[in-house]
């Protein structure tokens, strides 16, 4: 599994971006998916996964109502949009492959992590 996350950049403060994660190698379609990010000077932080088949997704408090997570397994590639962003969100975001077929909001429970896609919004 080689995870490439994509689709950062610099957005204003209520602006929306669409983060993708593709997979390059063996197929994820069995894994679940989750997203985090890290904020400089902070930890790690879940912010969404989804299951296997995109039938079970669930959402950090703080991004829930403006962050929806999907996926494509035809095209092994994950989603993240993101709408109504405020400078809270600034950070790094990376994708990563569960262990199991459901996500997790713990990361000890995925195998594989793409490299972070950076994510600043200004006020």
């Known amino acids: 599994v080689q995870l490439q996350a994509s689709g950062g950049g610099l957005v204003q403060t209520g602006g929306s971006l ?3 994660c593709a997979n390059s190698r063996r ?3 069995n ?3 989750g997203w985090f990010r890290q904020a400089p000077g902070k930890e ?3 912010v969404a996964h989804i299951s296997w088949n995109g039938g079970v997704t669930s959402y950090a ?3 829930k109502g403006r962050f929806t997570i999907s996926r494509d397994n035809a095209k092994s590639t994950v989603y993240l949009q993101m709408n109504s962003l ?3 969100d600034t950070a790094v975001y990376y994708c ?3 262990r199991s077929s459901y996500g997790s909001s713990d990361y000890t429970q995925y195998a594989y992590w ?3 896609t950076q994510v600043t919004v200004s006020s």
């Open 96 to 98: 990563a492959a569960a």
């Open 44 to 46: 790690r932080e879940f």
């Open 86 to 88: 405020n400078p809270e």
């Open 61 to 63: 408090g703080s991004v």
């Open 114 to 116: 793409g490299q972070g």
């Open 27 to 29: 197929t994820i379609s």
């Open 18 to 20: 669409k983060l993708s």
């Open 31 to 33: 894994n679940g998916m």
